[in-house]
């Protein structure tokens, strides 16, 4: 089995309290890199990026993001609904893992920037100081065209022009 266990982090987003209030982030113990083009093959992924591989898609309106040491869950009502998903997600890794010879990876790159890779680019330390209860907020907002690398006040110089340069490949003339 390629993914054997993981350790469970859970964000509780305080300034959205309805329902569907929670974020998962399940730290990876094995690295699942190799897996993830033939999972992105399995759930058609909306968003691939193959250096360093990670799939994003969603289900069920959440956003799910699968990286070589991460699998991220947003807008889940407990701790008990994440793990859930996220053993379900592993599931589906390790199968995608172990049917490997009858599925074509697929590699189709992202068209649209990430979230996984904007929060990437983040300090993730949760400050608030942009107006976002996390910084994954923030990230989604990024991906959305509604805020830029400016408006993080804790990126430090280097960390804003790398975000920038990463967001700049997505971006359209005109
Ligand atoms: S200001 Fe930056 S570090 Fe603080 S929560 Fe927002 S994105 Fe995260």
Request: proline share 6%; charged share 30%; with cysteine.
């Amino acid at each position: 089995m390629l993914l054997q266990s993981y350790t469970l982090d859970v964000i509780n987003n305080h300034c959205m309290p309805a329902a569907q209030s929670v974020n998962c982030i399940a730290r990876l113990d094995q690295d699942v890199g190799c897996a993830i083009p033939y999972l992105n093959a399995v759930i058609e992924g909306d968003q691939f990026t193959p250096d360093p591989p990670s799939v994003t898609f969603k289900t069920e309106g959440r956003l799910i993001s699968v990286t070589e040491r991460t699998i991220t869950v947003n807008a889940v009502e407990d701790e008990a609904q994440g793990r859930k998903i996220i053993d379900w997600i592993k599931r589906e890794i390790n199968e995608a893992w172990e049917d490997r010879e009858n599925i074509k990876p697929r590699y189709a790159k992202a068209e649209r920037p990430q979230v996984v890779e904007v929060l990437k680019r983040l300090p993730k330390t949760n400050c608030k100081k942009c107006g976002a209860p996390t910084c994954m907020v923030f990230a989604t907002w990024v991906v959305q065209g509604a805020k830029d690398e400016t408006q993080c006040p804790e990126l430090k110089e280097e960390d804003k022009r790398k975000l920038h340069d990463y967001l700049a490949q997505f971006a359209t003339d005109g």
